[in-house]
């Protein structure tokens, strides 16, 4: 019986890293690592690609082959750090569609609102207001209003109040949030939100 060839040999041990990997209990690392393994083999075709293409010299060679280990490590970090930062936003959204059965969307309105929550706090401390503990933003408005046309002679009061849209979503989202979801319109309404107070609170220019 003939020794295998080197290609039989690696292809074996291809099969077994797949079969190890596919009994992992955790879907999502070996999701990372089936990544991982695409670019690894897209990045060694194009080097292989090349080297079949043009005749090189020895020290070219070598030169060559330190390029692309250098290149192919900082993909392969890169993709990794892309994997850590993103975790806690893919186990957020997982947990949110195991308990609620919800989707990222939901996730990403509760943030905004909390963003258009915070830019009017943060204008009010900034002219100097004292937000008392368990105050609510309803309370905070006026005083703001207040403070901005004596702090910036600007009236202002128009352009604070919600819309009766985001204030359907907020009062959703604040009270039983758990009960709604968030829709691609619901998350427009909020951005527009965002962006028209962004202009009046800070009188940002388009």
Do not use: C
Request: glycine share 4%.
């Amino acid at each position: 019986m003939a020794d295998p060839t080197e290609k039989q040999f690696h292809e074996v041990i291809k099969n077994e890293k797949n079969i190890a990997y596919e009994n992992l209990e955790n879907a999502e690392e070996f999701e990372k690592y089936r990544k991982i393994q695409n670019l690894e083999l897209k990045q060694y075709n194009a080097f292989t690609d090349l080297l079949n293409e043009y005749d090189f010299d020895k020290k070219s060679l070598e030169r060559l082959l330190l390029f692309y280990i250098t290149i192919l490590g900082q993909t392969i970090i890169e993709q990794r750090l892309v994997d850590t930062r993103l975790y806690p936003l893919i186990e957020s959204t997982l947990l949110i569609n195991r308990l609620f059965g919800f989707d990222i969307n939901w996730l990403m309105g509760m943030s905004m609102i909390q963003l258009h929550e915070n830019m009017i706090k943060k204008k009010y401390n900034s002219l100097g207001g004292k937000i008392k503990e368990n105050e609510s933003l309803y309370k905070i408005i006026p005083k703001l209003i207040d403070l901005i046309k004596n702090k910036e002679s600007r009236d202002v009061t128009l352009q604070l109040d919600m819309s009766q849209g985001l204030k359907q979503i907020r009062n959703r989202l604040t009270h039983e949030g758990f009960k709604h979801n968030v829709s691609p319109d619901d998350l427009k309404i909020i951005l527009q939100e965002i962006k028209r107070l962004e202009q009046t609170l800070y009188s940002v220019k388009k």
